[in-house]
Structures are given as C-alpha cells and as structure tokens.
C-alpha cells in the first residue's frame, strides 16, 4: 500500500470530530475592541469564561463560576477593576483573588479563587490560553501581522456555528469545495486545472501550496475581472489546532507569487470551539488593492456574509447534525487525494490530544 494509500485509510478510521479537544494552545477568545470595560461571558472549550479590561486597558479573563454557591460571576457586577458576584457580593481582583466578603465576619476563605486565563493581546486579536498556564509561551502565536499592517485594509467580523470546529477546519484546508460551494459567490471560472500543488508540514503546521497558471481571474480581486487571464494561487496555512491564513492572490502569466505587482488576499480564520459541537468563528479579509474604497469593504463584508456563514457554515451545521446517525448507520467516509491536508492535520490533533489524555 503506497503512503497516500495509507493516509487515505488512515482517515477513514479516524473520528476527529469526538476528539478531545486541544487545551495547550493559543486560541482566539475575541478581537480585542470586542472586550471593554464591561464584562463580556464567552464559553471556549466547553469552560465558562467572563474577560474585561481593567481602567488601565488591561485585558483579564477568569472562570466564569463563582466558588460560593457557583452563581456566574457575569451576573455580577464591576467595582472599579474588581468582579463582584451578584448572588452574595464576594469580590474578587483581576487575579483571581478574593479581597472582600460582605458577608457574615467577612472572614475570607482560603480557597475563595477564581481561575484566570493567560491572556495576550496581539495583531488585534485577544488570545487566550485554556490549558496549562505554564506551557503558554507567547512566542508560539504566528506572525499574523498583516491584520494591522495600515499599508493594507483589513475587514473583519465573526459569528456562532452550530458545529465541531473540525467541519470548518477541513472545509478551509481545501478550498475545492470553492469550485462548487461558492460558485455564486466567488466569481470562481469553470473547469480550471491545477497547475502546480505541494504539501510542506513543520512541526504542528501544515502549507498546503496550489497553482492555476492561465486561467480567468477570480471576480472577487480588483483588477482582475473573469475575462481576464493570470497566474492564481492559492495557499494555506495552517497551524494546530485551528488558525488558517488562506493566501489568495492573482499577478500577470508566468510571474506566480507576485507580492509587488499582483493582486493579494490574506483571508484569515480564527475557529475557537465553544464545545465540541459548536464554535466560534472568528475571520479576516486582508487585501492590498482598493484599500480606500467603500465598495470594496462592502464586497468583502457580503463575501463573509454569504461564503462565510451562508455556505460554509450552514454546510457544516448540516453536516454535524448528520453525524450521530452516520456513526449508528456505519457510514465509512470516502477521501479524496485533495483531502490529504486534512488527514495530516487530523494526525497531528490525534497526537496532541493523545499528548494531553
């Protein structure tokens, strides 16, 4: 059996979407104008978590659960920079630590904590660490700069998907589905032919390099409308357990990859699981053409609406719903040789989760 034999075997017998999910690793808990001063709640791998910002800006995230009598402390209210529950007035600092007990002698008992989260603001983004505090090194957040270069225009947004986050990582890890999924949406031409394609895995991430060479450009890319003819391509980047960069871009025949004089669009996806079957989905459009133009904001905020949350989402709602009767029924998954991103990154969340089991 050749290695792609194998990998495709091997995918079939794997259950990824009732894997634990990855505890030691960055995610995104929300784009830092997102959290004020006020409290914000926000369940992220099946934890309740609650985060503000304190008078100084400084970002905080505790657990959501007051050790009293486990009333949300969300339910509460603010007192200068400290969290007071609203069930019996215990107040806590942005520590976790309890400094006031209204109640009784006000005798403070020792295990009166509450949990925080390591927690860093970074390209516009709040990243939160829900395993252990210890093993979260910051250094390990990848380079997505490009979210607050001023030299590029970046529109964001998100929104709640009612499936494992695994459906939406696989869905971005192969961008085939483009052909036929977004076929309204996307401006994408018929019958286009893969040119070049290449795989590269380091370490916990996955580059997944695909050429179209002489085909119509994309009618989402400004400047290159579907009659014209370019070199597209289309890279992604993922890094475990589920933050993509989908590098999209379109530069004149036989100059593939030109960042100076071609047409570039970073999409950029963020997918934090809520529980094992619902998510948060955090995304990005960043582009360097028509970058003070209102309309093209306007493309891009439709395109999120429609590719984003009309179609990729409703069909990974759909497809989770299916799943506790797919496993009764039997059903083994077919794969494709496209599917093969999927599978390694598949193997690499089996070896993480085994890692933390």
Known sequence: MGNMDTELETARLLRPYERPLIRNAWYCAAWAEQITTE?????ILN???????????????MLDICPHKLAPMSQGKKVGDNLQ??????EFDCSGKC???????????????????PLVERYGVLWIWMGDADRADAAKIPDLSHLNDPTWRTIRGGHHVKANYMLLVENLLDLGHALFLHKMSGGIADNVTLS????????DSIHD??????VPGPGNF?????????????????WAPSMLVADNGCSLPGKPRDREGGTILLGTHLVTPETQHTMHYFYAHTRNFGKADPEIDERFRVWQRTALHAEDSRVAEAIDTL???????GVRMVTLSTDTSGIRANRILDRLAAAES
């Open 85 to 90: 529950c609203g069930y019996h007035g215990l």
């Open 222 to 238: 400004n400047g290159f409308k579907p009659a014209e003819i370019c070199d597209n391509h289309s890279d992604i980047h993922w």
């Open 196 to 203: 070049e394609t290449s795989i590269e895995q380091e370490g």
């Open 39 to 43: 409290m914000t709640a926000r369940r």
């Open 47 to 61: 934890e309740p978590v609650v985060m503000y910002r304190t008078q100084a800006g400084q970002a905080v995230a």
């Open 209 to 214: 390099l695909r050429l179209y060479r002489n």
């Open 323 to 329: 799943l506790p009767e797919t496993l009764k029924l």
């Open 99 to 117: 400094v006031r007990n209204p109640q009784g002698d006000g005798t403070i008992p020792i295990q009166a904590k509450l949990r925080t989260y």
